[in-house]
């Protein structure tokens, strides 16, 4: 509950910030929408650590076990890190042992969550012109068939961390000093989730530290080997501006929401209708013709599950199937195995960024192959 009350008004924040800054004309204008963003950006952050660390000591953490290529998540995470480097003039270097696996099983979601903790921390503690690296190195596994071992390291020249601190770093609400906290800010969540994270997916971590040389962080965990034809078995995302205009039907009960939304659909073109609740969103879905439907998941009246499983329903006499994207502010773990599960084919959690809708509009566009938005095959596209 308490993740989705907060998530929902933050998804309005930041989908405002996000509109104001691709819209406005004026640079004073556009430099204070920016700063805004910024802000809202990091309390984003901040909650997501609040909500994480709850749901940890809650025990409902559940990781994922699916195929992912390691290579990609790491390269993925120092790419995003990499603007925050140069602004300081940091050098970054990934190395990726050749004989780390195309594909693991595991939660991709998770390591990444990691790693782009333990950069961002080795960013923020490293003066101008340092450097940040990150290796991943293949570890001899007890049985080869059974799991793969990694061995992760992300080493800095920053301030150091002395023999002392080591020992708190790791604990909740935990800086290295209080002079720390107020120079670099931070609630001190980080790296406890970190390890509490690792510790999940079978792994520890460890610190090794010199004042004013520079810190380097290592965890090992293990993944299973996952067969690499799996992977050709993901259909490759369309380019979100090659998507042709849709008829989407929004079904979203916050008016926030609701006009933001709209606005950034009907910018690339889409036509947008809006329910108010479930129980309009399968009214509407009888009466008209719709390429694709995003799905709020908390709704009054008949909520987003339930006017998923009346679509599908009236769906399989005709042989039709509309691609549903679910919308959620809940984020919790399993979320999104369970709402595929209900029929949905699509999955957005809130506060949602332009370039995650997009995406995942593309990626719906790529699953149903040219008849979406071919405009004679609406509301009866062959379910694959």
């Known amino acids: ?23 406005s004309d ?35 953490i559940k990781l994922e076990k699916v195929p992912f290529s ?6 993925e995470s120092v790419k995003i890190c990499r603007a925050q480097a140069d602004l300081k003039g940091i050098c970054m270097t990934v ?54 071992v990694l061995k992760f390291r992300v080493s800095d020249s920053g301030i150091g961390i002395s023999e002392e601190q080591k ?3 790791f604990q909740e609400y935990q800086q290295a000093t209080g002079s720390i906290a107020g120079e670099f800010g931070g609630t001190g969540l980080g790296l406890s989730i970190a390890a509490k994270l690792i510790e999940l997916m079978g792994g520890e971590i460890s610190v090794e530290s010199e004042m004013n040389v520079g810190t380097t962080f290592c965890f090992v965990v293990n993944f299973l080997p996952a067969e690499s034809k799996r992977e050709s078995s993901v259909p490759a995302a369309s380019r979100p501006e090659d998507v042709p205009q849709l008829s989407i039907l929004l079904a979203e009960d916050n008016r926030v929401n609701q006009r933001l ?15 108010e609740n479930g129980e309009e969103a399968v009214s509407r879905f009888e009466r008209e013709e719709f390429d694709l439907i995003f799905m709020d998941v908390r709704m009054p009246v008949l909520c987003g599950m339930e006017a998923t499983a009346r ?9 039709t199937h509309v691609p549903i994207v679910a919308l959620t502010a809940q984020a919790l773990p399993g979320d999104r195995e369970k709402l595929l599960r209900e029929g949905m084919d699509g999955y957005l959690s809130k506060p949602v960024r332009q370039s995650d809708l997009f995406q995942a509009i593309a990626q719906v566009v790529k699953n149903q192959g040219e008849t979406l938005g071919g405009g004679n095959v609406r509301h009866g596209l062959k379910s694959s």
């Open 311 to 319: 679509i599908r329903a009236k769906e399989k006499p005709r042989g």
């Open 70 to 75: 390691v290579q990609q998540e790491v390269y």
């Open 167 to 169: 020992r708190v770093i």
């Open 26 to 60: 004026l640079q004073r204008e556009k430099e204070y929408v920016d700063l805004a963003k910024v802000s809202a950006e990091h309390l984003w952050g901040l909650i997501t650590d609040v909500l994480d660390l709850s749901k940890i000591e809650a025990g409902q």
């Open 1 to 23: 509950t308490m993740s989705h009350e907060i998530r929902n008004p933050l998804n309005g924040i930041v989908a405002s910030l996000e509109i104001l800054s691709k819209s």
């Open 95 to 148: 190395d990726v042992d050749d004989g780390v696996a195309p594909l693991v099983e595991g939660d991709a979601f998770r390591l990444r969550q990691v790693l782009l903790n333990l950069l961002g921390n080795a960013i923020k503690f490293t003066p101008t012109e340092g450097r940040v690296s990150l290796s991943v190195e293949l570890l001899e596994a007890p049985s080869s068939d059974e799991e793969v």
């Open 261 to 275: 939304m709209q606005s950034v659909l009907e910018r690339r073109g889409h036509q947008v209708t809006i329910a």
